[in-house]
């Protein structure tokens, strides 16, 4: 179902971080920001991408977590819309993509303090999905509450942009699309990199376009 979703159709399926992950943003220009997520957020899954989810978290950040990072809760997408403020995915605001603070202030609407969509009833009143916000709080304040937290690997993403074949055993075969850690750039126009599989191998660095997710 994820695999078929995108930002103009997103899967908004909620899922539970089983693992300390980090979720990695790109900003205009190529830069690439990291965020630590802790064990138990809640987050809402919008696409799944080969070993990649993009996620929403409850505080309106974006960007890829580790696929294998996240545990479904359950909750299967009705068959037909339901009022805003009566589904899961309330809370969580409409996926802007990899966007400046600046371009997502652009968008219309009004968010609440937690990051979600506040609508108005007929009566008057605005209200939000209290229950959801209750649920993702008591998730997040029982991970924050541990004291000691296991390190994480921080690591540079590279999209594939093009097809390479390995020449030589120090090489790696890459298909367009895959999503590969970089280890090292430090050889000039090449980038030694593992792919989801825990292949390592250099690639011309072109292949994935110089740099970054």
């Known amino acids: 179902f994820l695999s078929k979703a995108s930002l103009d159709n997103p899967g908004n399926i909620p899922v539970v971080l089983s693992s300390p992950c980090l979720l990695y943003q790109t900003r205009l220009g190529g830069h690439q920001e990291e965020l630590s997520l802790p064990l138990g957020m809640v987050v809402n899954a919008v ?4 070993g990649w989810l993009y996620v929403q978290t409850p505080h309106g950040e974006e960007g890829y977590v580790r696929y294998a990072a996240c545990l479904p809760l359950g909750i299967l997408p009705p068959r037909t819309p339901a009022p805003c403020w ?3 995915t309330d809370i969580f605001p409409m996926p802007l ?12 609407g009004t968010r609440s303090e937690c990051g979600g969509v506040r609508t108005k009833r007929h009566d008057g009143r605005d209200t939000v999905s209290a229950c959801g916000e209750r649920s993702v709080d008591r998730l997040y304040l029982r991970a924050t509450s541990v004291k000691s937290q296991p390190q994480v690997t921080r690591h540079t993403l590279l999209v594939i942009s093009k097809d390479y074949e390995a020449r030589g ?3 790696l ?3 367009k699309g895959d999503v590969v850690a970089l280890v090292s750039g430090h050889v000039k126009d090449w980038f030694y990199v593992r792919d989801r599989q825990g292949n390592e191998g250099f690639i011309p660095a072109v292949v994935a376009g110089h740099g970054f997710l």
């Open 86 to 88: 009566e589904t899961h």
């Open 47 to 50: 696409f799944k991408n080969q």
């Open 173 to 175: 075969t890459v298909t």
């Open 169 to 171: 055993r120090s090489s």
């Open 97 to 108: 993509g990899n966007r400046t603070d600046t371009e997502k202030g652009k968008v219309s």
